[in-house]
Antibody, heavy 118, light 107 residues
């Protein structure tokens, strides 16, 4: 069974940094693109970033480009999201998801909450 | 960037009703579209992949259709557990995007 467990969320001041982690199990991790999706309270879903199975290729939403960096460690079955220069509008629940290319995000974690506030 | 326009954004319906939600893409995306259901306090759940493939365990009252720029999610007979918010998502090219969501509430 696929399991995705996010961690690392918390309260941070504007301009601060935070590193999210997602531990994966139950599948061949290196064979899948992984993603981060966020959802502000009461709002819709927003794709944030994706990383290919090898870790070479990364993609970002314009809203986070230049501030967020996604990486992965296939030996540890984990993906990470380094978030710098955080803004109030980055406040959201951040989900880690597994990707089936061109098809869907077929598994989602429970999310980790990031709050950016002074 | 490809934009997805979901309609309606809000839908009030009764148990047993047939419900149709539309998702329009700003350019052709072949069948690279997924539908998700989200209930309060829970992560989204995949219902339909590749526009029309029903996921294992999802009731057969759910169906998806369409290709190119116009897609639909249909619930043939709405059940109490189907009251939720539904999202479409394209996976055609980066940046990936979601529709704005359709909240289905009890009439």
């Amino acid at each position: 069974e696929v399991h995705l467990v996010e961690s690392g969320g918390g309260l941070v001041e504007p301009g601060g940094s935070l590193r999210l982690s997602c531990a994966a199990s139950g599948f061949t991790f290196s064979g899948h693109t992984m993603n981060w999706v966020r959802q502000a309270q009461g709002k819709g879903l927003e794709w944030v970033s994706s990383i290919g199975g090898s870790g070479i290729h990364t993609f970002y939403a314009d809203s986070v480009k230049g501030r967020f960096t996604m990486s992965r460690d296939n030996a540890e079955n984990s993906v990470y999201l380094q978030m710098n220069s955080l803004r109030a509008e980055d406040t959201a629940l951040y989900y880690c998801t597994r990707d089936i290319a061109y098809s869907s995000f077929d598994n989602w974690g429970q999310g980790t909450l990031v709050t950016v506030s002074s | 960037d490809i934009r997805l326009t979901q309609s309606p954004s809000f839908l009030s319906a009764s148990v047993g009703d047939r419900v149709t939600i539309t998702c329009r893409a700003s350019q052709g995306i072949s069948s690279h579209l997924a539908w998700y259901q989200q209930k309060p306090g829970k992560p989204p759940k995949l219902l339909i992949s590749s526009a029309s493939t029903l996921q294992s365990g999802v009731p057969s009252r759910f169906s998806g259709s369409g290709s190119g720029t116009e897609f639909t999610l249909t619930i043939s007979s709405l059940q109490p557990e189907d009251f939720a918010t539904y999202y479409c998502q394209h996976l055609h090219s980066y940046p990936l995007t979601f529709g704005g969501g359709t909240k289905v509430e009890i009439k």
